[in-house]
């Protein structure tokens, strides 16, 4: 089957894909990018998310398409010998907290609850504009999601847990609402397939950092402050998305060659494309 491309769509990887025989219908781009962990040596976990907001903005979606949830503020940690700033790699060469992040849920905020309600528009009238998550059916969205997670489920704050049965019942509510054209669903956390295994909607492609059964792991630490600094699967996206630029034609095929490949005892990236029917390497990611 003949592909056209989708623009933007991860707007970095994020273009996802469009079914060839009819005409385009998507006209507008948007990203939901979670961290679910706190606590300072979770870190990584909010350099990863931070880092995946910085991709996105530079690559063209506003702030006022994307809806950024951070379960802890580590720029702002007693423990950041460096205030207000947050680095994914060691050499320090890129603050990803930057000058102008516009955090839309945080802290306690960030709760099962509130990601399924700004999915799935179930938001009470006095949610402010910015909060709201306003697509429709001619929008492809990123949903890029990171944390601790097991075998069916991501931890929220280790108090709460969202299922895949959870995660695919609001994808299926968005499809029925016309919430979205194309889904491209990223996570990286512990046996993180686990999380699409159970998704049923149509347009909706989907990778992940692990495999059931499979650990995900840090890339590297910083030793001036503790802990590891970003996961090994995201590490490797950002520095493909960082050769990406709004003219490049580049594909899918092309990001998951990027990923690290299967090795023992590490992580290796997969992808679940059925529900769309359609090869990787065939859309053009921009």
């Known amino acids: 089957m003949r592909l056209s491309c989708c623009a933007l769509f991860i707007v970095s990887l994020w273009t996802v894909c469009k079914a060839v025989s009819s005409k385009s219908t998507h006209t507008n781009n948007w990203a939901v990018l979670v961290c679910s962990s706190r606590y300072w040596f979770n870190y990584r976990h909010v350099a990863n998310t931070l880092s995946m907001y910085r991709s996105v903005k530079r690559l063209g979606i506003p702030d006022s398409n994307i809806i950024l949830m951070l379960s802890d503020d580590m720029a702002c940690n007693a423990r950041n010998p460096r205030p207000a700033t947050v680095f994914n790699n060691e050499n320090k060469a890129i603050n990803v907290y930057g000058d102008d992040v516009e ?84 996570i990286d956390s512990c046996q993180a397939a686990s999380m699409f295994k159970l998704f049923y909607s149509p347009n909706i492609i989907a990778s992940s950092s692990s495999r059931v059964g499979e650990e995900s792991l840090s890339h590297h630490p910083d030793t001036d402050i503790g802990v590891h600094i970003i996961d090994r699967w995201t590490y490797y996206a950002l520095e493909f998305l960082e050769g990406v630029s709004p003219a490049s034609q580049v594909t899918m095929e092309n990001f998951a060659s990027a990923l690290p490949s299967d090795t023992p005892l590490l992580s290796g990236a997969i992808f679940s494309l059925p529900l769309l029917e359609k090869r990787m390497y065939d859309p053009p990611l921009l």
């Open 103 to 186: 955090v839309d849920y945080r802290g306690y905020e960030v709760t099962v609850e509130n990601l399924i309600r700004v999915l799935t528009g179930r938001l009470d009238s006095s949610v402010p504009r910015s909060k709201r998550l306003l697509t429709d059916d001619r929008s492809n969205i990123l949903i890029y999601m990171t944390g601790h997670g097991g075998n069916g489920f991501l931890k929220f704050q280790d108090s709460q847990e969202i299922s895949n049965a959870e995660l695919a019942a609001a994808f299926e509510q968005m499809w029925q609402k016309k919430r979205y054209n194309e889904i491209l669903f990223l």
